[in-house]
């Protein structure tokens, strides 16, 4: 898939989440300021945070497209592991407002009013929000934007959320006005730990942390299957970025012309890069048993 192409799905997507979170506002916001309820409130306000998370991707997280520069030489794709974890503590924060804003209102007694229009609310936003992961999911598909799959997951996470308001606002309509606080209570907790899933796997991406072993087996195992490999060593397999980045040397026949060296070297390199989530490879041709040069017993 084309750079334009990708650019192009990453925009339609990010606007889903933006028109996807006003609608989910308005319609829950309305009913929970109507009727005074603390579990739709809450998640309305749960959604004010994903509206601006989904502006600051769209706003920011377009520049994961933008070529290589001057100041950028291998690209502006960390950007992205950065937009996401912008989202993750937007959501940790607002988590813990509206779990204050719960508690709150359970020790001062609730004052909700059971009307159906809360659960009609209830009901449009959670068809609004499954329509707008779905969405966002299949447009992520060829992308594999960790901002887009943060956007995506904080949309199934507003699907758990108005399960738990809904369960409050029911209760309501049984005689427990204290249902629905306790309900805005437990959505809170949600939203905090799905903010903090987020940027803990976006600060390893951050940070260049090591590919699973898997990874790191596959990479191996492609470099070593080639006819001219005869070992391989210091290998490095981790994320820069969304992506991984590999370095190696390579132990091969000492022999080797500087052509051939460099027509291996390109083999290698392409059999590598197939790899799922490869970004690039970095591989040192090594003569194979002399063994590396920093190894080596000093010189009296």
């Known amino acids: 898939m084309s750079g ?41 306000a749960h959604s004010v945070a994903d509206l601006v998370a989904s502006l600051v991707v769209l706003v920011w997280g377009d520049t994961r497209f933008d070529a290589p520069d001057a100041d950028h030489p291998h690209g502006h794709a960390r950007i992205e592991p950065l937009t996401a974890l912008f989202v993750g503590g937007v959501i940790v924060l607002l988590g813990l407002y509206l779990l204050y804003e719960s508690v709150r209102a359970l020790l001062v007694g609730p004052g909700v009013e059971f009307s159906p229009l809360l659960v009609g609310a209830l009901g449009l936003a959670m068809a609004d929000m499954y329509l707008v992961y779905w969405y966002t999911a299949r447009m992520n598909r060829d992308i594999g934007s960790p901002a887009l799959r943060a956007l995506a997951a904080d949309c199934l996470n507003d699907l758990y959320t108005s399960v738990g308001a809904l369960v409050g606002v029911l209760g309501v309509a049984i005689g427990v006005p204290a249902a629905d606080p306790v309900a805005g209570a437990l959505v809170s907790l949600l939203v905090v730990y799905q903010g903090v899933t987020i940027g803990r796997e976006n600060l390893a991406y951050l940070a260049g942390q090591a590919a699973p072993a898997e990874c790191r087996r596959a990479v191996r195992e492609a470099l070593l299957a080639h006819e001219a490999v005869r070992g391989v060593h210091e290998l490095a397999v981790f994320y820069d970025g969304p992506r991984l980045e590999v370095e190696a040397h390579v132990e091969v026949d000492g022999d080797l012309t500087l052509r051939a060296a460099h027509d291996l070297e390109t083999e ?31 010189q009296g």
């Open 4 to 44: 334009a192409s990708e650019r192009g799905r990453f925009a339609r997507a990010t606007w889903a989440n933006v028109l996807g979170n006003v609608a989910k506002i308005v319609a829950e916001g309305l009913a929970g300021a109507l009727f005074g309820s603390a579990a739709l409130l809450a998640d309305a």
């Open 268 to 298: 290698l390199l392409t059999a590598v890069q197939r790899i799922d989530e490869v970004e690039d490879a970095h591989l040192h041709l090594d003569p194979a048993g002399i063994g590396e040069w920093k190894d080596a017993p000093e």
